[in-house]
């Protein structure tokens, strides 16, 4: 799907745009892509312009919530199907999303890009082929590309994920001539496609699996194996863990996982908010 190339308010945005309406402005000057770029409204009293469209005043947006010109009204991305799934703003511009009011994406400290891009720098991706086994909004494969990979293969199973993509401005375009053929992106689930993916042939591998509780078969010890498979000996993989339970149920998913990793044939060791392994 193509990305969505209008504007995204905010409740604060939309109240700085009446604003400057209500002062008697004739244009206004920000951002109206989440921080990406800065440009100018043309401002009047009954509508704004944006990159030669018009627009009426919004009213009544809610705090949290990203909306997008759905050609009709501004309306917020998010969908339901079984979850409510919303792209969230941040202090830091980039956004977060949520899964029934769950948050995927860290955001306390930093920017969810600056967290993905630490993490990232830990499996050295330059001129490499890169397994990005879910793909989320796509902040491990922006900065794959930012970093100069080879390849990005990227896996999501939620088509409605992939619809937060086409609306997030800082989530990667495959068709984009900045990603450079370099990020293929295939709707799906790891679990099953990474059979198909051959044996030894990627240098590196991120994965940022939904928590256990959702995702059980992304943590086994058989998909492990896998990955083992299709990464060469000396490639590295990332795999966020985060800490669930710790503090209710006193488990460490971190070791757990590390433990599974070296019984498929990896290294591991504790990193980051994760667990980072070589494969030996």
Not at 11 to 25: F, H, I, V, Y
Not at 78 to 92: A, E, Y
Not at 164 to 176: I, K, V
């Amino acid at each position: 799907m193509a990305h969505y190339p209008g504007p995204l308010l905010t409740r604060d945005l939309a109240d700085a745009l009446c604003s400057a309406r209500d002062t008697g402005a004739v244009t206004w000057s920000g951002s109206l892509d989440l921080g990406r770029s800065i440009g100018t409204a043309t401002i009047a009293a009954d509508r704004w312009g944006w990159l030669e469209r018009d627009y009426p005043y919004p009213t009544r947006l809610k705090d949290r919530t990203i909306y997008y010109w759905d050609g009709e009204d501004f309306t917020p991305v998010s969908r339901f199907s079984g979850s409510l799934i919303k792209l969230v703003p941040t202090p830091w511009g980039t956004p977060t999303f949520e899964i029934d009011g769950i948050k995927m994406l860290p955001t306390a400290k930093e920017s969810p890009l600056d967290d993905a891009r630490r993490k990232v720098a830990l499996v050295e991706p330059r001129g490499k082929t890169v397994l990005d086994t879910c793909g989320g909004l796509g902040y491990f494969a922006a900065c794959c590309l930012d970093a100069g990979v080879g390849r990005i293969r990227s896996f999501e199973k939620n088509e409605d994920v992939l619809w937060l993509r086409t609306l997030n401005p800082w989530s990667p375009d495959p068709a984009a001539a900045s990603s450079g053929g370099r990020l293929e992106l295939t709707h799906g689930d790891v679990s099953a496609a990474i059979g198909s993916v051959a044996e030894a042939s990627v240098d590196a591998v991120l994965h940022d699996p939904p928590r256990f509780g959702i995702a059980g078969e992304l943590y086994s010890g058989a998909f492990y194996d896998q990955l083992a498979r299709v990464l060469r000996r000396g490639g590295r993989l990332f795999h966020y863990t985060g800490t669930p339970n710790k503090l209710t149920s006193g488990r460490d998913v971190p070791r757990e996982v590390a433990r599974r990793l070296d019984a498929a044939g990896f290294k591991a060791e504790l990193a980051l908010d994760g667990v980072l392994a070589t494969r030996r």
